[in-house]
């Protein structure tokens, strides 16, 4: 036990180690001083982080320690970027980064503190509807939603200057939502009809909530002319859909579904199809001089890319500041440019790393609420990495989304640090040793379903 101690704190430090090195050297290149001000604060996020680790193991002594060090590492290396291009352009982000970073952190832990039993957030299944709904929508209210850069998916804070993306939060209420949901109908989802090309085709009568969904992410992509939350929604939904039921035809479908859609968008309305035509034809002229909407974003963080090579220009000897928004949606390519490709497949092992352990809980979680929960937010994260990597290399159009952990912006870090905090508790529960006694918490959870699955069933007979 000692020994697995010191290994966990071990990682935490490392990632601390590996902040302070990065931060060091960019500081002593570009300005040759490493500043008081974020010396300070840098030993405050590294108490507060070890204190959150303290807080786990008196907590939630079973879960498991990799997701939090892995997050810890992937935002210093972002916090280390962001500093970097503030040298260039005289701006002061990284220092509100760190400061979101400390909010951050002390929500994860009340988060991990207060919630001993993840299994409450079924009982208010409807109640997180409703607010992940709110929050999604709140952008197109008057007076608080904000138009910036084309998307309408901000909301203003009144009386100051300051904006938060209220989709971030909402992903976390929906995914309480379809958990709930497909667990609790999860056996007349799975019962099949038809067989069509070697697939169990669902029966008609159950498509209901896929193309509710679908309906939802299309106004999303409509009204708020964001590709990026409208696609990982609706692929949220469909991938949580697979888990519960075990049918690739629910893939199969949403995969045609938002396909259609996305296309009969990109025809019908011209911010979808500038996204399109950027990405197919980035190094044209017409492209690349456009002036909305256009390829000249994509075509300099290639070039960053490009000019990064196996091992980078170094921390400081670039020029990431040349692409736009290189600090937030391209701080991927800024990445690659100072760091190298070597960079960036150990920033990607790290997500991978991240991810695995994820699906490793919700393999091991006998509960089948926190199977679904753990295997959707796990997949929402590594949907996100997978889009905003594939659109900055030109894999698929640009979606506009920000590289969690990593990106500048307080709500997509406290967002996901809460995410982070909630794969901690469900781990907790999946490494958590038997009890002795004969019925096992969880063992009352699926028989108290199963009866109320068996009475609805009785009650439809009728």
Sequence with gaps: MIRTRLRQVALILFAMLVGFIGLFQMFERTTGTFPANYAVLLGVVALMALGSWALVLRFQPYASQTVMAC????????????????QSMGTAIAFRQLLWQALAIVLATLLIVFLKDYRVLRRFSYVSMVTGLVLLLSPMLPFIGAD?????VWIVIPFTNSTIQPGEFAKLFLAFFFAAYLFDHRDQLAVGGKKFLG??????????PIIIVWFASMGVLILQH????????????????????GRRSWIVIGLLAFAAGAVAAAGIFSHVGSRVDAWLEPFSAEQYNK????????????????SGGILGTGLGEGYPSLTTYGNSDFIYTSLGEELGLTGLMAILMIYLTIIASGFITAMKIKDGFGKLL??????????QVFTVVGGTTLVI????MTLPYMAAGGSSLIANYILAALLVVISNAANKPEPDHDLSETFQYEALAALRDHELKERSAR
């Design 71 to 86: 997050v810890l590492l992937l935002n210093a290396v972002g916090v280390t970027m962001i500093a970097r291009i503030d």
């Design 148 to 152: 910036i850069n084309g998307a309408r």
């Design 199 to 208: 697939l169990q085709l669902p029966r008609i009568k159950d498509m209901g």
């Design 226 to 245: 964001d590709l990026g939350t409208s696609l990982m929604f609706f692929a949220m939904f469909v991938s949580m859909l697979y888990v519960a039921t």
């Design 291 to 306: 002036e909305i909407g256009g390829s000249w974003q994509i075509v300099t963080g290639i070039f960053g890319l490009a």
């Design 374 to 383: 753990a295997s959707g937010l796990v997949f929402t994260m590594a949907f």
């Design 397 to 400: 159009p640009l979606t506009g």
